[in-house]
């Protein structure tokens, strides 16, 4: 059974910075793309960031490009996303998501597997 579990979250101010983890079992955790979402209250699924199986091509939306750093250890099958200059609408629960497929997608209907989400919370 595939599993993904997310930590990291917690309360920040507005300019500071967290660093998500993403676990994964169950699964040939290198042989897949990554990616991160978020979810704020009354809004959609957004995508925030992808990266492939190798760990190059990162891709950002343009909301948090500049800012994210997404990155992978296949050595210890975690994915992460590194949060920097943090902004009240960045908050919301962020989930880890996994993909079968090699390459990314900025699509949440592409993933195949999902963790549970982590809240950030940004203070202004």
């Known amino acids: 059974q595939v599993q993904l579990v997310e930590s990291g979250g917690g309360l920040v101010q507005a300019g500071g910075s967290l660093r998500l983890s993403c676990a994964t079992s169950g699964r040939t955790f290198s042989s897949g793309a990554m990616g991160w979402f978020s979810q704020a209250p009354g809004k959609e699924c957004e995508f925030v960031a992808t990266?492939?199986?190798?760990?190059?091509?990162?891709y950002y939306a343009d909301s948090v490009n500049g800012r994210f750093t997404i990155s992978r250890d296949n050595a210890k099958n975690t994915v992460y996303l590194q949060m920097n200059s943090l902004k009240p609408e960045d908050t919301a629960v962020y989930y880890c998501?996994?993909?079968?497929?090699?390459?990314?997608?900025?699509?949440?209907?592409?993933?195949?597997?999902w963790g549970q989400g982590t809240q950030v919370t940004v203070s202004s």
């Open positions: 990266i492939v199986w190798s760990g190059s091509m990162p």
């Open positions: 998501a996994a993909r079968s497929r090699p390459y990314g997608s900025s699509r949440p209907s592409e993933y195949d597997y």
